[in-house]
């Protein structure tokens, strides 16, 4: 715990100015960012006596180690700043709302030659008009099921047009009247656009006008004795108002606005927005939050305004938006959310009217969610708090552990061997610092072996970092066994190529999956964004019993660390194993600190599987001819075909290989030369039946 004076500025040494401040913790992690009008006045507020702060202001200013400061023109230029450091440094002590599903909405691709009508989820796309966020997918296919019959839109996918193309015949909605069929040239690129013209515009509200106009051609059709013309448009009018019904009048015709109502208590916050477009509601979505800094319901509108359009432009910042606190600071937000939207935006609390009577709406709206929410989660932050200090009480730590960090090792049958390491802080996953790493020391199946080699490869980056930031030159040097080589300030070559296989940020696009990201061979500057490998855990776990655990204490005990925890978890009877003790600690059953080991050993024992699985999978697809440079997948398969097997292939001369069209002479040599570098010593044999395994044609074994 750190001691605020140690690192207050000087007096005067703040300006007093607009500006945004960040909070650093020791690790250079920025904690906490903030804005002010004036920086001076702010900052002194955090620099009192420690009793007269409020509790999350007062854990937040003692873990910090620094503060920092930028100073701007404006205060929208601090509104601005803000929410983009908060976004790039996702501090821990900032609220950040999330949203508790990923809402789907109405999309229009404009952007293609025959525009298609579809649900979309996630990051919105260039030259795609949205309409929502709707509640449930179905709400929206109902809608469009109705609206099809006025405006025969397309809806299929590209893979259903170009096969509807290419045959000539439309799918079943071009047969019933659904879709104009733009498929098989029954309208113009021009009439379709025209259609998909009218559908946004009656999506966008401006209803009354073309349902008028319907009736006024149903009249005529009628006059004329058109019959079965006037019919079919009284049912496009019928369609249309149902299709309307969907979502109920509750302002006046073509207000746009956006109504944001907040509840909260001492812990959490939950915020509730209704889409009114057209005078419609046209979508509602909602947050549930930890307030974990001292916020109040003005600071809570302001995040939340800020996160909901902090990357819209346009039209999708709406006119007016209603609020049931202004932010400290309405005139700054309301010239940047103008700014979004490219013109003049109404940032105000409805006070009475119609308005005002939606806005109790959507507040009831956000106290339900507050209380779904809590029954939901069964006070999670307390249940959060019980289970590390039962934690750290079972294994006889100094203080709760809030960094955790848990290894696993997986492997089929001794192959493809590799680890994981997933990250826990405060009790909750922390998907962006997973790691997973391919074992190099040594072939075969060795799990205690496996695991001191991960465990020394983790540690020795993180003494690189502390090197290279200086921390070691201030303390003593480490003690126990030396490690078993030089920790240089940057990684070498050989330690550059090691962190290219392990992988982070882990699960960005969903459960199961992650990306490799190669480490930089020099070290970046210290900027607070989280880095590999940089932050020791308070509590190190490993899936195992007392070999993997004594494999990994050896292996801190060899790079000099003792001020780590480890322990294992054995999957038999759920046993808490520690170093050099030969019985484990049994913790209750229904014990939550048992309950959240768990959690982390199943997360790491989950991302392992899953990166065994892919490298297993992807082995499994290579090819000896892989390893000819330059020769692509089209000339790979022209050798295949030609010859019938990778086996044929590789007893053919290079004359013959020349023979395959698109293969010159030099890469046939390439080709001999790498599958004589792949043969096998002898042929595979299955033991089981006496049988010579042969190559299949592409070149893996069967």
Request: proline fraction near 6%; include cysteine.
């Amino acid at each position: 715990m750190a001691d605020p004076s140690s690192y207050r500025p000087k007096p005067g040494q703040i300006p007093d100015s607009p500006g945004v401040y960040k909070f650093r913790d020791e690790h250079r992690r920025v904690i906490y960012v903030g804005k002010a009008k004036s920086l001076r006045q702010r900052l002194a507020n955090y620099f009192q006596d420690l009793s007269g702060l409020h509790p999350r202001t007062r854990t937040m200013v003692t873990t910090a180690a620094s503060v920092e400061w930028t100073v701007v023109s404006t205060e929208v230029e601090a509104l601005q700043l803000e929410y983009s450091w908060i976004k790039e440094f996702d501090p821990r002590f900032n609220v950040k709302y999330r949203d508790d599903k990923s809402y789907p909405y109405l999309a229009v691709t404009l952007n293609e030659e025959f525009p298609r009508v579809q649900v979309m989820r996630g990051a919105k796309k260039k030259g795609v008009r949205y309409f929502g966020p709707y509640g449930h997918a179905w709400a929206i296919r109902e809608t469009v099921d109705l609206m099809l019959r006025v405006f025969p839109v397309r809806t299929c996918s590209a893979g259903v047009f170009k096969n509807a193309a290419r045959s000539g015949r439309p799918c079943l909605l071009g047969y019933i009247g659904k879709c104009s069929a733009p498929c098989v040239g029954r309208v113009t690129p021009e009439e379709h656009r025209e259609l998909a013209d009218d559908f946004c515009d009656f999506m966008a509200g401006r209803t009354g006008t073309y349902i008028r106009r319907l009736e006024k051609d149903m009249m005529a059709a009628a006059e004329e004795m058109e019959y079965e013309r006037a019919a079919r448009l009284r049912d496009d009018v019928e369609a249309l108002k149902r299709a309307m019904e969907k979502s109920a009048v509750v302002l006046a015709d073509a207000t746009d606005a956006d109504l944001i109502a907040v509840a909260e208590d001492e812990l959490e916050a939950a915020v509730q927005i209704f889409h009114v477009r057209g005078g419609r509601v046209r979508g509602q979505r909602g947050w549930v939050t930890d307030k974990v800094e001292n916020v109040d319901t003005s600071g809570l509108v302001e995040h939340a305004l800020q996160q909901l359009y902090g990357e819209e432009t346009g039209d999708s910042v709406p006119k007016e938006v209603l609020v049931p606190a202004l932010p400290e600071d309405p005139e700054a937000v309301s010239q940047w959310l103008a700014g979004r939207r490219g013109s003049h935006v109404s940032l105000r609390i409805p006070q009475r009217g119609d308005k005002k009577d939606l806005m109790a709406t959507v507040q009831r709206n956000a106290q339900q969610a507050l209380g779904l929410h809590k029954t939901k989660r069964a006070s999670d932050l307390t249940t959060r708090s019980r289970a590390l200090e039962e934690i750290a009480e079972a294994l006889g730590l100094d203080t709760a552990p809030l960094r955790i960090e848990c290894f696993d090792i997986s492997h089929l049958q001794g192959d493809d061997v590799v680890a994981s390491m997933v990250v826990f802080e405060d009790g909750l996953a922390r998907k962006g610092e997973y790691r997973r790493f391919q074992i190099k020391g040594f072939e075969g199946q060795d799990d205690v072996r496996s695991m001191h080699e991960v465990i020394s490869r983790r540690f020795r980056r993180y003494l690189q970092e502390k090197e290279r930031t200086g921390e070691w030159e201030e303390g003593p040097a480490p003690t126990g066994p030396a490690p078993t080589g030089p920790v240089p300030a940057s990684p070498s070559a050989a330690e550059s190529a090691e962190s290219a296989e392990s992988a982070g940020p882990a699960e960005s696009a969903g459960p199961g999956e992650s990306s490799e990201l190669a480490e930089p061979t020099e070290p970046r500057e210290d900027d607070g964004r989280p880095k590999r490998f940089a932050y020791p855990p308070q509590l190190l776990v490993v899936d195992g019993g007392q070999p993997q655990v004594a494999a990994a204490k050896r292996a801190l005990d060899e790079l000099g660390i003792d001020d780590i925890a480890v322990c294992g978890l054995a999957k038999r009877l759920e046993e808490v194993w520690l170093p050099d003790d030969d019985d484990p600690v049994v913790l209750p059953r229904s014990s939550e600190g048992l309950y959240l080991l768990q959690r982390v050993r199943d997360e790491a024992h989950r991302f392992a599987i899953t990166y065994q699985r892919a490298k297993r999978a992807k082995r499994i697809r290579s090819s000896p001819l892989d390893a000819v440079t330059g020769l692509g997948e089209t000339r790979k398969q022209a050798l295949i075909k030609h010859f019938g097997s990778v086996k044929k292939l590789r007893q053919a001369t290079i004359d013959e290989i020349c023979e395959v069209p698109g293969i010159g002479r030099r890469t046939a040599e390439s080709v001999a030369v790498a599958l004589a570098a792949a043969a096998p010593a002898t042929p595979a044999v299955n033991t089981a039946t006496g049988e010579i395994i042969e190559e299949d044609d592409g070149g893996s074994t069967t």
